[in-house]
């Protein structure tokens, strides 16, 4: 690629963060990153979706946010509501919701809205990469709270707010994921919601909940209500149309407080000219009929690439690998032994065409969780996922001597 020789660098302003490389591609085993199945997609009705609303509504595309507001197209945020209501229990009307251009712009406009260098904030001490790269930017500090198989544990929790409260400080927020926690696929129980809210009322924090895989349970399996629908008072809640649809439409949403929510539609205005509206136009049409029986079969095609993983990830780590079998989602969150440090893995694995999310990139305290890793089954499919975790055995046995009892190690010795 040509450089133009222009000396930039001089000019570049302080936050500015290193480089990007230039993309190389998506490795064969494809396990990082929040990749939906291709087959999946459903493309025959996003057609026909496309086909109506355009006939109906396509006019409007001559106005800027189609004449709609800043807060998104009015029936997308019908859907939204509708959905929230019908199956998190959240109580909201279109006027409650605003669409953001995937979540992550609903993660960056609460950021601007509460944080600035030198806050504190409240994090889960597994979680998702993208919070951390964004609240190390602005220069927070981030404090983790410990996770268990039920989502964050609220002993621990009121011990962290108590130290905090010592030293005179107030997290601006505690950020969770309740319902299929990213990585670890944990949904928090009913009663620890209870608990979670008052102990946060107790110390006057906001709740940041996201709720991006909250749809894709195993088998229609019940979540308890979200956090927002038990104390709206208290929650900012956001969703994503990535994982139940596909992360490319870059769709997601918000429901706040429109004390709150009002200063993130402010920044929005002031950042962009409203988010894409035909695929706002596309998935309000296509969900609006059709979201149950979508969601309905994407998780039980997601729960069968669970279990080919899980049972690969068995045959070929053995008692090597401590799994955290997820209640929905896409992710497998699992632990090798502690002398195995996955970041020596990465460039390894990525040579045999493996990739993989360590451990590290999605926790707050990275050289604590230097063992761990989360594989992604959305993408790959079951043939690929058993080569793909064959592979990585093998180049874990290879870096590591670990796994010492695997499917892997019998093949190469021909037992
Ligand atoms: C917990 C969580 N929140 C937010 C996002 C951002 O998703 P998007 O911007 O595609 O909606 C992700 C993506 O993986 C995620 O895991």
């Known amino acids: 690629m040509s450089s133009t020789g222009f000396a930039y660098p001089g000019l570049f302003g302080k936050q500015v963060p290193p480089p990007a490389p230039r993309w190389a591609g998506n490795a064969k085993y494809n396990f990082i990153g929040g990749h939906n199945d291709r087959s999946l997609v459903p493309i025959e009705g996003l057609i026909a979706a496309t086909e109506a609303v355009?006939?109906?509504?396509?006019?409007?595309?001559?106005?800027?946010?189609?004449?709609?507001?800043?807060?998104?197209?009015?029936?997308?945020?019908?859907?939204?509501?509708?959905?929230l209501t019908g199956w998190r229990g959240i109580r909201a009307t279109a006027d409650d919701v605003l669409i953001t251009s995937g979540s992550g712009q609903a993660i960056d406009l609460i950021n601007q809205v509460l944080l600035e260098p030198g806050d504190t904030v409240i994090?889960?001490?597994?979680?998702?990469?993208?919070?951390?790269?964004?609240?190390?930017?602005?220069?927070?500090?981030?404090?983790?709270?410990?996770?268990?198989?039920?989502?964050?544990?609220?002993?621990?929790?009121?011990?962290?707010?108590?130290d905090l409260k010592r030293k005179g400080t107030t997290p601006k927020y505690i950020c969770?994921?309740?319902?299929?926690?990213?990585?670890?696929?944990?949904?928090?129980?009913?009663?620890?919601?209870?608990?979670?809210?008052?102990?946060?009322?107790?110390?006057?924090?906001p709740i940041f909940e996201d709720e991006c895989y909250a749809d894709l349970t195993w088998g229609g399996m019940e979540a308890p209500p979200a956090l927002y629908s038990l104390d709206p008072s208290r929650v900012i809640h956001i969703g994503s149309f990535s994982k139940t649809l596909a992360p490319a439409l870059r769709l997601g949403y918000v429901v706040a407080d429109w004390e709150f929510m009002s200063r993130m539609v402010?920044?929005?205005?002031?950042?962009?000219?409203?988010?894409?509206?035909?695929?706002?136009?596309?998935?309000?049409?296509y969900f609006s009929k059709h979201f149950e029986e979508h969601v309905g079969e994407l998780s039980a095609a997601l729960k069968d690439k669970l279990d080919t993983m899980v049972e690969a990830v068995e045959r070929e780590f053995g008692t090597a690998v401590e799994p955290w079998v997820p209640k929905g989602g896409i992710f497998l969150w699992m632990k090798l032994p502690d002398q195995v440090?996955?970041?020596?893995?990465v460039q390894p694995a990525l040579d045999a065409g493996i990739a993989f999310n360590p451990g590290p990139e999605w926790a707050v305290d990275g050289e604590a969780a230097k063992s761990r890793l989360r594989l992604c089954f959305g993408l790959t499919t079951k043939q690929e996922i058993r080569d793909g975790v064959a592979g990585f055995a093998r180049v874990c046995y290879e870096q590591t001597g670990i796994p010492e009892q695997s499917g892997n190690i019998r093949h190469r010795s021909g037992r």
């Open 176 to 205: 969770t994921v309740p319902t299929i926690q990213n990585p670890t696929g944990s949904i928090m129980p009913l009663a620890q919601r209870h608990e979670f809210l008052a102990l946060a009322a107790e110390y006057g924090v």
């Open 341 to 345: 440090d996955v970041r020596k893995l």
């Open 54 to 83: 355009l006939r109906r509504e396509g006019a409007d595309l001559a106005l800027y946010s189609m004449a709609q507001g800043p807060q998104g197209f009015r029936g997308l945020r019908q859907f939204v509501a509708d959905k």
């Open 123 to 162: 994090l889960e001490e597994f979680t998702y990469g993208g919070y951390l790269t964004k609240l190390r930017r602005i220069g927070v500090n981030i404090v983790g709270a410990p996770l268990d198989e039920d989502g964050i544990r609220v002993d621990a929790l009121a011990e962290i707010l108590a």
């Open 266 to 285: 402010a920044i929005k205005t002031a950042t962009d000219s409203g988010t894409g509206a035909l695929e706002q136009m596309v998935v309000a049409e």
